[in-house]
Each structure stands twice: as structure tokens, then as C-alpha cells.
């Protein structure tokens, strides 16, 4: 056997492949899904709490938020999930009775997520002008319906973009959690191609892995590039008459 | 237009300081029911203040403000807010809401009018200043006099009973300055008491019925257009008045 088709058996190697597939429909997917999901719905709601937390007027609070963040974006994924997964785990399990370190894998990415979230959140409500607070309480709203009426849907608009990125980080850092020991059904994408490939000497699972999270994160970074784009652009709710025009020609400016 | 049911107002002693920076330093103001008074003077001179703190934006250090005679210290800061308008420099339009529904939201929020009646009566307020026509877009999508006219309506549709204006021509391209001041001079005549911070000498002369020359967070002079344009009688107002005429 020559050297290229020695390396196209270690990566593409499609009985390897067609082997690990099954699994991988099968749980694989499903488990990186609810990973990165559960981990995002935790890390959101926390997210919009340390936001809150961030932007308040107790100077105390916004501590409390500031060196939360710190801590958790400034500490490696991988290291905080293995001292939350392995060191609440005897507590969780006397607690529950579950061994199952996934659920704290879960709580461990969520937490992560959230003051990476929380920045977002917090960037971009700051970012809304001060004149729209100041209009819509010269209206007659109070501080918390203006926050929450006018100032802070603007703010979360802006950020959108930057939030799907976070997710799709999510997505990719559930790879992590196998430094917990997952049961055999626990396992995620990366998990068992990871597992097929140690047990044959071959990377095509791992080639296999790669492609079930490159379909799942690509369209979604086109996604955030449209909405950015749309975004940016500030698109009218109905286009004046030229501007419908303008695409065909008809009417359109000079 | 209507005719406004507006009430007089009055500041009494009016204090306010940011630290050591004192903005306001003792300023009494009384503008008459259905009249309109400018306050004009140098930028920093605390003009822009003095209308945050009498519609309590800014709670004042020290001093009164009265509405119809009546004391609104004590009053619901937001409630009293609903009874005086304002109109921003930079028009603060809400941008992801359309034309209609910046006028329409506060009515349905606010006022409490079902959604039907509050868009009826935003587009009412639109035909006023002569943009129903634009209900539906986006405020981006308008000039920026448009926008200060929406601006505009968003107020009146609270149905206040005075109006504030903080510089609203300052941001407008020259072109479109005249058409925001025709509106404002067809509410002064029809009678809403009003307060407007403004640069433009034309309008605090010609159709304010009282000017409040303001420096330094003090009121220096305070009377009929006439006597202060013609008869400025501090130095202060005389260099202002050779350095914007």
C-alpha cells in the first residue's frame, strides 16, 4: 500500500465510517443536541440575570456579576468541567442517587456560557442610545418598563448575532464532557467517534464526528451572517415605493 | 388644530449639582397658562437641565415645581411626567417600532386605550403634522424633520397639558428646521403652555411670549421678547446676543 492511499484508509476509511454511523444517528447526535441546548437555556437565563446584574445601579451587584464573569470566561471549559462535574459528583449522587456525571456536565457548560452570555447581553443594552431611555421615561414609563419595553428588546436585537455564535460555540464545547466518563449511552458525538477510533487505529470516526458537527454548525454561521447583514441594513417594515422599484428598475434612484 | 387645555408652570428655587458641579443655582421660572416662554443662553449653561429637572428626570437638590399652582414634588414622577411632553434634540424615536406604533404605544401602555383606538388616535395626531401617510414604515426611514414631527405627535398624543422642546431644531439640516418650527409656532398659538431651549433667535423673538436668558445656572435676564432683545440690560445677555445675532 503506497502513502496517500494509506492515508485516505486512516480517514476516510467507509467501513469504519458506515460502522460508527448508526451509533452516531442513533444517541450521538441527540446527546451533543441536548448538550449544547440545555447548556444555552441555562447559560441564557443566567445570562440575562448577570446582564441585569451588571447594568444595576448597586454598585455591589455589579461586582457580584463582574467577578462571576471573570472567573468563568478566564478558566479553561475543560477545567471547569471536570471540577464541577468530579467534584459535586458524590454530592449529586447523595443527593439523587444518579452517578451520571451528565447532568452536571450540562450545569458546568451552562455556567461557562452564561458569563460569556452575560457580556453579550450586557454590551448590548448598554449600547442602545441613552435618548431612548430618556424618551420613553419622558413619556411617562418607569425605569423597569423602559428597560424592558424599549430599551432592552433593542439591545438583545443587536446582539443577536453574537449570541448565535455562542451557541455554536456550545455546540462544539459539548465535545468536552467526556472528560467526565460518560455511561456508554451518555455519549456524545465526538465521545464515540473518539471511542471507534481508539478501538480500530483509525481516525474515519473521528472524520465521521467532524462532519455531523460541520453540518450542524455552518448553516448556522451563515445564519448569523445573514441576520447580521439584515440587521445592519435596517430593513423598513414595508419599502417605500422607489425603493420596492429600485430592484427592477422601475422608478429607482439615479 | 385644537385648542389645548394646559395648565401654568412654575419653578421655584430650582438646585441641582453633580458633585461639585453645580448646574442649577436657584432658578425661579413661572410660564403662564397657554403661553410660551424660550430659554436661550450659552451651551453649558444649564438650559437642557432645568427642563430634565422640571419634568423630573433629574430629581432637584433643592426648590419647588408647581403645575397649575399645585406642587408635583411629592406627585408619582411618572404621572407627572405624562402630563408634560418633551421633545429631544436628537428626536429619540423608538427605531424597531413603525411610525404609528411610537405614537400608538404609549396611548395603548399608558392611557390604557384599546390597541384599535390608540392606533386610531396616533394616526389622528399623524395627519396633524402631516405624515399619516408614513404610519406604517420605520423612523429610520424618514428625514430627519419628519422624525422630529413624529417626535412631535408622540407627545401630543399623550394629550399633555404642557410641552417641552430641548433644542429640537439643532439637529435638523437647515431646510428642514422651518417646518418643525411652523408646528411649534401653531401650538404656541393655539394655546399649550410651553418651555423651549432653543437657538433660534427668530422663534424665542417672534413668537415666544416670554424669553429667560439663562448663564452659569442662573436666570440673568427674564421678559417679554421685546424688552430683552431690544433692552438687554446685563452685559451678559448684550455679548450673547452680539455673538448669536
Not at chain 1, 462544539?172 to 455519549?187: A, I, N, P, Q
Not at chain 2, 458633585?19 to 449653561?45: C, F, Q
Request: glycine share 10%.
Amino acid at each position: 500500500m503506497d502513502a496517500w492511499s494509506r492515508l485516505a484508509d486512516t480517514f476516510l476509511n467507509w467501513g469504519y465510517i458506515g460502522e460508527v454511523l448508526p451509533t452516531m444517528f442513533s444517541y450521538g447526535l441527540l446527546n451533543t443536541i441536548v448538550l449544547a441546548l440545555a447548556s444555552g437555556t441555562i447559560g441564557t437565563v443566567l445570562g440575562v440575570l448577570l446582564a441585569m446584574m451588571g447594568i444595576s445601579r448597586t454598585p455591589v451587584v455589579r461586582w457580584i456579576a463582574r467577578i462571576y464573569t471573570d472567573i468563568f470566561r478566564g478558566v479553561p471549559a475543560v477545567l471547569l468541567i471536570l471540577v464541577i462535574g468530579l467534584g459535586f459528583g458524590p454530592l449529586v449522587k447523595e443527593l439523587t442517587g444518579t452517578r451520571s456525571p451528565y447532568p452536571l456536565g450540562i450545569v458546568a457548560l451552562g455556567l461557562m456560557a452564561a458569563a460569556y452570555i452575560g457580556e453579550i447581553f450586557r454590551s448590548g443594552i448598554q449600547s442602545v442610545d441613552k435618548g431612548q431611555l430618556e424618551a420613553s421615561r419622558a413619556l411617562g414609563f418607569g425605569y423597569g418598563p423602559s428597560m424592558r419595553m424599549i430599551v432592552v428588546p433593542q439591545g438583545i436585537r443587536r446582539v443577536l448575532p453574537a449570541l448565535m455564535n455562542q451557541f455554536i460555540a456550545l455546540i462544539k464545547d459539548s465535545s468536552l464532557v467526556f472528560t467526565l466518563g460518560l455511561m456508554s449511552h451518555e455519549r456524545e458525538l465526538f465521545q464515540i467517534g473518539q471511542d471507534f477510533a481508539a478501538n480500530n487505529g483509525n481516525q474515519s470516526p473521528l472524520v465521521a464526528a467532524a462532519l455531523f458537527y460541520l453540518v450542524m454548525t455552518i448553516p448556522l454561521t451563515h445564519l448569523v451572517n445573514y441576520i447580521d447583514k439584515r440587521l445592519s441594513t435596517g430593513k423598513a417594515l414595508k419599502p417605500e415605493p422607489d425603493e420596492a422599484a429600485a430592484p427592477i428598475g422601475k422608478g429607482a434612484h439615479s | 388644530m385644537s385648542h389645548f387645555e394646559s395648565g401654568s408652570l412654575t419653578g421655584k428655587d430650582l438646585h441641582l449639582a453633580f458633585g461639585h458641579n453645580k448646574v442649577l443655582r436657584g432658578i425661579d421660572l413661572h410660564v403662564e397658562k397657554g403661553t410660551a416662554a424660550s430659554v436661550i443662553g450659552p451651551s453649558g449653561s444649564g438650559k437642557s437641565t432645568l427642563l430634565r429637572v422640571m419634568n423630573r428626570l433629574i430629581e432637584p437638590d433643592q426648590g419647588d415645581i408647581l403645575l397649575d399652582g399645585r406642587s408635583v414634588l411629592k406627585d408619582n414622577p411618572d404621572e407627572l411626567r405624562r402630563r408634560i411632553g418633551m421633545v429631544f434634540q436628537q428626536f429619540n424615536l423608538f427605531p424597531h417600532k413603525s411610525v404609528g406604533e411610537n405614537v400608538a404605544f404609549a396611548l395603548r401602555k399608558l392611557r390604557k386605550l384599546p390597541k384599535e383606538q390608540a392606533w386610531s388616535e396616533a394616526l389622528e395626531q399623524l395627519d396633524k403634522v402631516g405624515l399619516k401617510h408614513k404610519a406604517e414604515v420605520r423612523p429610520s426611514t424618514l428625514s430627519g424633520g419628519q422624525q422630529q414631527r413624529v417626535a412631535i405627535a408622540r407627545a401630543l398624543a399623550m394629550q399633555p397639558e404642557v410641552m417641552f422642546f430641548d433644542e429640537a431644531t439643532s439637529a435638523l439640516d437647515p431646510e428642514l428646521v422651518k417646518g418643525v418650527l411652523a408646528l411649534m409656532t401653531d401650538l404656541a398659538k393655539d394655546g399649550m403652555t410651553m418651555v423651549v431651549v432653543t437657538h433660534e433667535m427668530g422663534f424665542s423673538r417672534n413668537v415666544s411670549n416670554q424669553v429667560v436668558f439663562m448663564d452659569g445656572g442662573v436666570v440673568v435676564e427674564n421678559g417679554s421678547p421685546e424688552k430683552l432683545f431690544t433692552d438687554p440690560q446685563t452685559d451678559r445677555l448684550k455679548k450673547f446676543l452680539s455673538d448669536v445675532l
